[in-house]
Nanobody, 114 residues
C-alpha cells in the first residue's frame, strides 16, 4: 500500500507564509503527478496545484503568483510554498500522488487569521 503524509500546516496571519510538505512511501514503483487540493468549510474540494514528474506545473487561478509547487523525485516529496496568504486560503490541504491510481494524504489544516 502507498502512504501519503502531509505536514507543515498551522495558524498564520494574513500576508504570512507557510510551507507544506508531503512524503509518499510504500509500494511505489513510479510517481508521476503529485499535487495539492484543499477543502474549506462549506465548500467543495478544489485543486490548488499539480506538478508532473518532469516539472511542469498548473495552478488554480486563485493561488497563481502566490503559491509555488515543487518536488524532489529522489525523496518522493512534494512541497507547497504559500506566500501572501489570505483568509480565504483557510482550508484542509490534501496531498495526492498518482502511481497508477491516485492516493491521498490525511490532510493538514491551514488557518489564516488575525
Amino acid at each position: 500500500q502507498v502512504q501519503v503524509v502531509e505536514s507543515g500546516g498551522g495558524l498564520v496571519q494574513p500576508g504570512g507564509s507557510l510551507r507544506l510538505s508531503c512524503v509518499a512511501s510504500g509500494s511505489i514503483s513510479r510517481l508521476t503527478t503529485m499535487g495539492w487540493y484543499r477543502q474549506a468549510p462549506g465548500k467543495q474540494r478544489e485543486l490548488v496545484a499539480i506538478i508532473a514528474r518532469g516539472g511542469s506545473t498548473n495552478y488554480a487561478a486563485s493561488v497563481k503568483g502566490r503559491f509555488t509547487i515543487s518536488r524532489d523525485n529522489a525523496k518522493n516529496t512534494v512541497y507547497l510554498q504559500m506566500n501572501s496568504l489570505k483568509s480565504e486560503d483557510t482550508a484542509v490541504y490534501y496531498c495526492y500522488v498518482i502511481v497508477g491510481v491516485s492516493y491521498w494524504g490525511q490532510g493538514t489544516q491551514v488557518t489564516v487569521s488575525s
